[in-house]
């Protein structure tokens, strides 16, 4: 079976750092991934998503950036926090050609200070 | 472009009563419709999906969903809530064919009253 492991858990940071998220996926090949981000417990903001390695679409321009340097892992990053990046974020993947559902992992909450 | 409503912040329901999380869409062609559930500081579970055919769409832990094309709805339904059935549901739209994931609607917190 299919599952999804996202971490840190838990993160805490200063203003100004730099960030690194990590999410693979095991038990499919080729999947398609995606990071969104929740605010304050709420709606889902897409981020980024990828069909494939190297291959990273940009919903909406931020602070933050995105890679896929293999098939299963998908990675979040940024050179200096803000406030703003506080958040909830979510990794997830579909498979390609299916009738869209995403499965989710179970998120990492960033906290900027 | 896709857009997805849940008018509701907030549904209260007693115990043992029906419940129903409102959704609309607004979506030029035939959209892939999805609910999802999400408990405190986790992620996403996938509840129940409408694609074509019957328009009541049957899910996970006794949800049900009905589809109204000349409303535009997609209003997630239960007979009877539990207590456990607290939490934070979201409603989707996939027009199918691309990779760009899902669009949301804000989130109905659901709270069941004891």
């Known amino acids: 079976s299919q599952t999804i492991h996202q971490w840190p858990a838990t993160l805490v940071q200063p203003v100004g750092s730099p960030l690194s998220l990590e999410c693979t996926v095991e038990g499919t090949s080729n999947p398609n991934l995606y990071w969104y981000r929740q605010a304050a417990g709420r709606g889902l903001q897409l981020l980024f998503y990828s069909v494939g390695i190297g291959q990273i679409s940009s919903e909406v321009p931020q602070n933050l950036s995105a890679s896929r340097p293999q098939d299963r892992q998908f990675i979040l990053s940024s050179k200096k926090l803000l406030l703003s990046d506080s958040g909830f974020y979510l990794c997830?993947?579909?498979?390609?050609?299916?009738?869209?559902?995403?499965?989710f992992g179970e998120g990492s909450r960033l906290t900027v200070l | 472009a896709q857009s997805v409503a849940q008018p509701e912040d907030q549904v209260n329901v007693a115990e043992g009563n029906p419940l129903t999380v409102k959704c609309t869409y607004s979506?030029?062609?035939?959209?892939?419709l999805f609910w999802y559930v999400q408990y405190p500081n986790r992620g996403l579970q996938f509840l129940l999906k409408?694609?074509?055919?019957?328009?009541l769409v049957k899910g996970s832990y006794g949800f049900e969903a009905e589809f109204n094309k000349s409303q535009t709805s997609f209003h997630l339904k239960k007979p009877s809530a539990l207590v456990s059935d607290s939490a934070l549901y979201f409603c989707a739209v996939w027009m199918g064919g691309g990779a760009d994931g899902l669009t949301f609607g804000k989130g109905t917190h659901l709270i069941i009253q004891p």
């Open positions: 979506v030029s062609g035939n959209p892939y």
């Open positions: 409408y694609i074509t055919g019957d328009n």
């Open positions: 997830a993947w579909s498979v390609l050609g299916n009738t869209g559902e995403l499965f």
